[in-house]
Nanobody, 123 residues
């Protein structure tokens, strides 16, 4: 079992930056691909970014590529999402997730989820 806890959300002005953190508990964190998803009110949960367990390679949704950076620290059992040049449309609850595959973007393929942290981008 893997437990995930997100932190770092808040209110930020458009064009600003925010860094999200996800702390994981479990014996085999390094063998899980980690992903970030987001969900706005009335919208479905969508993939934002992922980072593979096998080679540490990141992959992104086209909507955030070039603005967001995902990274992980296996020694600390943590994954991060650095968000720059934030836009109003980035406003959502952000969720950390884990799965055993690589390059996985599908919500249903992730096995474990955190409770989420709210990101609000103002004008």
């Amino acid at each position: 079992q893997v437990q995930l806890v997100e932190s770092g959300g808040g209110v930020v002005q458009a064009g600003g930056s925010l860094r999200l953190s996800c702390a994981a508990s479990g014996r085999t964190f390094s063998s899980y691909t980690m992903g970030w998803f987001r969900q706005a009110p009335g919208k479905e949960r969508e993939f934002v970014a992922g980072i593979n367990w096998s080679d540490g390679g990141p992959f992104y949704a086209y909507t955030v590529k070039g603005r967001f950076t995902i990274s992980r620290d296996n020694a600390k059992n943590m994954v991060f999402l650095q968000m720059n040049s934030l836009k109003r449309e980035d406003t959502a609850g952000y969720y950390c997730a884990a799965c055993r595959g690589v390059g996985v973007r599908g919500r249903n393929e992730y096995n474990y989820w955190g409770q989420g942290t709210q990101v609000t981008v103002s004008a």
